[in-house]
Structure formats: structure tokens, C-alpha cells
């Protein structure tokens, strides 16, 4: 018999097969039907390719783990509950009166950020400071 591959959920003489995402670690295949029989993987992990664990999907939970080390780039939307991450930072940043950050520039000048980190950390004592004198901005 030839190698078949499934992806997604196929239904085969009433029996339903899934597999667990292309591409990923220890793929396992999972079928349920009229006798009950059913095989399953506890958890799917992703793994990158010096074969280290990047991402668990737990079994039998709605929610995706990214584990410690690994790193999440996005090139879109974030979209939590319908509305958009990067807007409502940019609106938290304006309301906290946060400076403008310039990765690139921080990145080639490294005490460039240095500078900032200080800064904020100067604002935050001096906020605090006007807070308990309770004088107005």
C-alpha cells in the first residue's frame, strides 16, 4: 500500500481521519468512528531546525504555547478581540507621553537606547515625585 498523505480532516468508509499540522514534529494521525476506537498524540510540538522545541499545542487545550527562548515575528495585524495591537499601543504611548522609539538606530548605537532607557526611567521618578507633592502638570 502507498504512503497517503491526509491534511485536514478527511472521512473515510465512516471514519474520521485528522492529522496534526504538515510539517510539524512528531506528526500523528487520529481516527474516531462507529466502534469508538480512537488514537491520539497528547500534544503537537513544532520544532526548528537545530530540532529544538519552538511551540507546544497542549492537548486537549485552546491555547498555543511559545516557549522560553523562542521568538514570535509578525509581518501583519495582531488583532485581539477587534482591535488592533500596534493601534492601541501607539494610543497607550500617546496618552503615557512616551518618546518614539527608533529600533534601527538603536540598534547601530547602542547608547542611544542606553539614553532612552535612562530617560524613562528619570521620567518615572520625577512622575512619581510630582505625584506624591500633588502639584498639577
Known sequence: ???????????????????????????????SGSNGTSWTNPSTHFTSSNHKTIMTIPHGEEKVVLEKGAALEVKGNVVINGLDLEERLKTIEKVLMIPERDAKLEAKYPSLKKKYDEYIAALGKYRTFEAIKGEEK
Open 1 to 31: 500500500m502507498a504512503n497517503t498523505w491526509i491534511t485536514g480532516n478527511t472521512t473515510y468508509n465512516n471514519l474520521n481521519y485528522s492529522v496534526g499540522a504538515v510539517g510539524s514534529s512528531g506528526q500523528f494521525l487520529t481516527t
